[in-house]
């Protein structure tokens, strides 16, 4: 009886040891099953989920999972190939439109020195409104293509002060023609950063057509050598919650109802793209635009 009791005993031990075992190996393969999809989902990749198990089960959840990758890498695949296809097209057509653009108001130019009068000068004055407004909205969208793009780049030496500086004076006679006379701080010493001239020229100038549409007439510009650069003009109509939405897509008050509302949303993308912050606050009836660059 006694020896009948010792091997029951041992029998049980060896089956709860073995149920040990397979529990662990169980564990292990669920462990590699969690890694190797946390990989395959952060990353473009084809390979597949494997398992060292031997358990069937394991194996067949390994299998299913492999099949919803296969799944879901043809869906990113048509997504990528769609994606890249809507933003050449919204390249190819912003391009398209601004050669006819050009010439047309070429054409207009003429036009006005002809000296008309009467009804032909005020339709003459509407052709024009109309066609600067559409050629506005047709340089938004070309640029928004362009910050879309996935194009790397072009990073070099950069003094943040004469980028400021140069959009500055580029923006003088639209700035005065608002009567904004704008306040510029500047630091003593150079301040250097490496950035992509062109990006960033397009970005302090979203900023300041930005200015330009909502100031009510007057503009602070400031760089400190932290590489900090400041936008700050009075706003009444601007409010908190109006400024956390200016960097959203086709966001405009309606003294920017002229606009495509993709000045801001590009500057962010760009400066994103540059390793820099931007962003707006209201307060006291007053909008600042910060932008920083590391």
């Known amino acids: 009886m006694q020896s009948a009791l010792i091997a029951l005993c041992a029998a049980l031990a060896a089956a709860v040891l073995l149920l040990i075992w397979k529990i662990a190996l169980m564990r292990r393969a669920a462990e590699e099953i969690r890694r190797g999809l946390d990989e395959r989902l952060e990353m473009d990749t084809n390979t597949l989920l494997s398992v060292s198990s031997q358990d069937k089960a394991m194996r067949l959840l390994a299998a299913g999972l492999n099949r919803q990758l296969r799944l879901l890498r043809q869906q990113r695949q048509r997504y990528q190939q769609g994606d ?3 933003k050449e097209a919204v390249a190819g057509m912003s391009h398209d439109l601004r050669t006819p653009l050009t010439a047309i108001c070429g054409y207009l130019d003429l036009l006005e020195g002809e000296g008309l009068g009467g009804d032909a000068a005020r339709y003459l004055a509407l052709i024009r409104s109309r066609t600067d407004h559409l050629r506005e909205l047709t340089e938004e969208f070309f640029q928004y293509a362009v910050s879309i793009s996935g194009k790397a780049p072009e990073m070099d030496e950069v003094r943040l002060d004469r980028a400021l500086e140069e959009s500055l004076a580029a923006w003088y006679a639209v700035l005065s023609a608002r009567g904004i006379a704008p306040e510029v701080s500047l630091p003593d010493a150079p301040v250097v950063r490496r950035l992509d001239a062109a990006a960033l020229s397009r970005v302090l100038g979203n900023i300041l057509s930005n200015a330009v549409k909502y100031s009510a007439g007057d503009l602070a510009v400031s760089l400190d050598s932290a590489g ?16 956390q939405q200016l960097f959203d897509r086709y966001f405009t008050l309606e003294t920017g109802r002229h606009a495509a509302g993709l000045g801001l949303s590009i500057a962010r993308q760009l400066t994103e793209q540059l390793g820099g912050t931007i962003s707006a606050q209201c307060q006291d009836g007053r909008l600042t635009v910060t932008v920083h660059f590391p």
Do not use: C, I, K
């Not at 900090?228 to 400024?243: D, E, K, W």
């Open 228 to 243: 900090t650069l400041t936008f700050s003009n009075s706003a009444p109509r601007m409010t908190q919650v109006l400024a």
């Open 84 to 86: 890249q296809a809507l």
